[in-house]
């Protein structure tokens, strides 16, 4: 696509729910990249791909994140058991490789609340 | 540990001034990059401009230009004859390593007529 698309924009939710976050990159990007970003704050990194693995999933904050990219293009993020403290607006990002210099092209992001 | 600071919680300017946005980073990583990135209301994350590490000269893309002092870490964004649309949140980030990105808080940009 034109774009990082990324679906729901908006995700109302309630405490303990699962949830399924999706990300459509830019055709032909092989890096993606996972953000959240809290009220105020600046976003955090969650998890990167390249290709179809993760390269590196540090900042995933508990096993209650999980994301999967399995055929190197759509990624979808899933929480389950959602807490309050999840709510937030959640970035995807997708570069043509790992490292890009010129800039990763982000999405409009999914707010989600847990109620 | 990589860290970027950015003390100004908000800004105020003048259509047509020009305004100089604050970042600090901390890395002993001798190779990485900086990035600025804008954020309207939309929430979409824009990228304006970026400065590598081994860059002799200042990054500068048409109203934007970064003032990188490599010795003191800083890497501040100016914004030059400011227009009513550069109102937004303003995000500096470093990338070092192979690809993640790790984000200041931010500094609000508000231009008035």
């Known amino acids: 696509g034109a774009g990082v698309s990324q679906t729901p924009s908006n995700k109302v939710t309630e405490k303990g729910k699962y949830v399924e976050l999706r990300c459509d990159p830019i055709s032909g990007h092989t890096a993606l990249y996972w953000y959240r970003q809290s009220l105020g704050q600046g976003p955090e990194f969650l998890i990167y791909f390249q290709g179809t693995g993760a390269a590196d999933d540090s900042g995933l904050p508990n096993d209650r994140f999980f994301a999967v990219r399995p055929e190197g293009s759509v990624s979808t993020l899933k929480i389950q058991r959602t807490e309050r403290g999840d709510s937030a607006v959640y970035l995807c990002a997708s570069s043509p490789v790992g490292g890009a210099s010129y800039g990763y092209t982000f999405g409009s992001g999914t707010r989600l609340t847990v109620v | 540990a990589q860290k970027i600071t950015q003390t100004q919680p908000g800004m105020f300017v003048q259509e047509k001034e020009a305004v100089t946005l604050d970042c600090t980073y901390d890395?002993?990583?001798?190779?990485?990059?900086l990035f600025w990135y804008k954020q309207p209301s939309s929430g979409e994350m824009i990228f304006l401009i970026y400065?590598?590490?081994?860059?002799?000269q200042n990054a500068t893309e048409g109203r934007y230009s970064l003032n990188f002092q490599k010795a003191r870490k800083s890497a501040n964004l100016v914004i030059s004859a400011s227009q009513l649309g550069d109102s937004a949140m303003y995000f500096c980030?470093?990338?070092?390593?192979?690809?993640?990105?790790?984000f200041g808080k931010g500094t609000m940009l508000l231009v008035s007529p």
């Open positions: 400065q590598g590490s081994y860059d002799q």
């Open positions: 980030a470093m990338r070092t390593g192979y690809s993640t990105l790790t």
């Open positions: 890395t002993s990583d001798p190779s990485y990059g």
